[in-house]
């Protein structure tokens, strides 16, 4: 059973595209995160929210409460994007949830 | 250091063998949690700090899983007797309240 389930699980894009990842969770979170992992393993935060929406730059990130489900979008997608990026929740027990991933491939 | 710091970046332990991992977290930081990540998957929790208070480790996969933070900064991961199916990316994250998480670059563990 998993707690965090993504879609897609490969995403291939052209250089520009608007690029939207979806993320699902059943449990009770007090936080949901948008991680982007590269090849060699290193893990960046992107996000974490809690509710409504945020934006860094070309990324942001949506969440719905009620619908226990969140997206991360890029828009105008580039190369420099490609990477695996990760959903995942924590509870308010420190618990935290992984989805397995999103690899992401921006062709120029 | 600005980031979390992990060591060493890549371990080759032969089966049987004993490993240490190290995390060294932001200063300051009074979270600290170790997860372990199989190839193709997400990372899945061990063990959870605060400050040197290990407040769950139900994630550690046997009692072969070691982990202290014994003055709430530094933090090793110890693995005893390995086993290939050990072999992961070990990731240490750490945080501050609710500011989001900073992980470090993960320690991959090769066991042969």
């Known amino acids: 059973k998993n707690e965090v389930e993504q879609s897609p699980q490969n995403l291939t894009a052209q250089e520009g595209e608007f690029i939207t990842i979806n993320c699902s969770y059943s449990?009770?979170?007090?936080?949901l995160h948008w991680l982007q992992q590269h090849p060699g393993g290193g893990i960046v935060s992107l996000f974490m929210?809690?509710?409504g929406k945020k934006k860094h730059g070309r990324l942001i990130a949506t969440i719905n409460i009620q619908e226990k489900h969140s997206s991360l979008h890029i828009t105008a997608s580039h190369p420099r994007d490609s990477a695996v990026y990760i959903c995942?929740?924590?509870?308010?027990?420190?618990?935290?949830?992984f989805g397995t991933g999103t690899s992401l491939t921006v062709i120029p | 250091g600005a980031g979390v710091s992990q060591s060493p970046r890549y371990k080759v332990a032969k089966r049987g063998q004993d490993v240490a991992l190290r995390c060294d977290p932001i200063s300051g930081h009074v979270s600290l949690f170790w997860y372990q990540q199989a190839l193709g998957q997400g990372p899945e929790f061990l063990t959870y700090f605060q400050n040197e208070a290990q407040l769950d480790k139900s994630g550690l996969p046997s009692d072969r899983f070691f982990a202290e933070r014994p003055e709430g900064s530094v933090s090793t991961l110890k693995i005893q007797r390995t086993q290939q199916e050990d072999s992961a990316v070990y990731l240490c994250?750490?945080?501050?309240?609710?500011?989001?998480?900073?992980f470090g670059s993960g320690t991959r563990l090769t066991v042969v």
């Open positions: 449990v009770g979170i007090s936080a």
């Open positions: 929210l809690s509710s």
């Open positions: 994250a750490s945080s501050s309240l609710n500011y989001g998480y900073t």
């Open positions: 995942a929740v924590s509870t308010s027990g420190n618990q935290f949830y």
